[in-house]
């Protein structure tokens, strides 16, 4: 299951920023020199270098056809580790910011029916993903909640754009999102693309695991909780490419054994929710602890994410 897609880092010069809601700011992106910029498709993101330590991904809200800017819309998070901070506070219009990318790690397949659920700026990878179901002519419905409606990015816009199909659910009017109803009320074979906060896509697996007839995508923007029951302990892993056998301590990551060997390998987020450093495995079970990879594609144990897996055998062979 690779889908890793050769990343392109450069600098790109900020040529818009608009207020879309509040606490939420859209960030458009351009080519200083004027050059095209990377195509990609819906469900892509983007990482936003700001400094050596602060890496963010943002998934790109814009229009998919424009091939002079990208488009990303930031939540100012107060609890945050100050990336989301800089780029509302700081972050102004001809300002060069380092940018890599795109990368999808929530593709956007092809059917006849879908429902997309979003909560709060997790709408922003389904804003291309509603254009491009209603190109293709297919079914589609947007449940969308927020805290309130002033919170909702684009909420206005697209319940203008696409009259009929938009359910607005503000928390603060109609309370939580009622998911069993959204999923009873779609035909079997849907496909359901959600992204929001970790209740949520908690909730929409819940309940779709009551429903088989229904394919669940999910993004998530923040790492899963360690499980509780987790231990972590010391392993070998070969590097078949480097021909080298390295041992991961306990208290480190396999990602951090590895560039310790001076074996270099791309990584970004080092939370297991962008996907940069994914690893096919050739032998050896991984314990996976990402937050890209579905349950069925863990199951194959054919890649991992190696800046928060480790592993259930005493050695792990990487394609490395």
């Not at 960030?27 to 330590?53: K, M, Q």
Request: aromatic residues 4%; contains cysteine; charged residues 25%.
């Amino acid at each position: 299951m690779a889908r890793n897609t050769e990343m392109t880092h450069s600098k790109m010069l900020v040529v818009g920023k608009d207020v879309v809601a509040d606490g939420v700011v859209a960030v458009r992106l351009a080519d200083p020199d004027g050059r095209t910029i990377p195509a990609w498709e819906p469900g892509s993101h983007i990482d936003v270098i700001i400094d050596e330590s602060t890496v963010r991904h943002y998934s790109l809200c814009g229009d998919i056809e424009d091939d002079t800017s990208l488009t990303v819309a930031v939540l100012r998070e107060e609890g945050g580790r100050g990336g989301s901070r800089w780029i509302h506070d700081s972050l102004q219009v001809g300002d060069l910011i380092g940018a890599a990318g795109p990368r999808n790690n929530f593709v956007f397949e092809q059917t006849q029916t879908y429902l997309f659920v979003a909560g709060g700026i997790g709408i922003t990878p389904l804003v291309p993903m509603m254009r491009a179901a209603e190109e293709a002519g297919a079914q589609w419905r947007l449940l969308y909640g927020g805290r309130t409606r002033a919170s909702m990015a684009f909420a206005d816009d697209l319940a203008d754009e696409y009259a009929g199909r938009v359910e607005l659910r503000p928390q603060d009017e109609y309370g939580i999102l009622d998911l069993a109803t959204a999923l009873d009320d779609v035909p079997a074979g849907t496909h359901v693309y959600c992204c929001g906060p970790e209740p949520l896509l908690q909730a929409i697996e819940s309940e779709c695991r009551k429903r088989p007839e229904l394919t669940l995508h999910v993004e998530r923007f923040v790492a899963k909780e360690k499980p509780a029951d987790a231990v972590d302990t010391t392993f070998e892993v070969e590097l078949v490419e480097s021909g080298t056998t390295i041992t991961v301590d306990a208290n480190e990551s396999v990602l951090d054994a590895v560039l310790r060997s001076g074996v270099d390998t791309p990584f970004s987020c080092r939370e297991g929710t962008c996907g940069t450093c994914e690893v096919a495995v050739v032998d050896g079970v991984p314990d996976h602890r990402d937050s890209v990879l579905t349950e069925d594609e863990q199951a194959e144990n054919d890649c991992m994410m190696i800046c928060v897996s480790r592993s259930c055998t005493a050695k792990l062979t990487l394609d490395l």
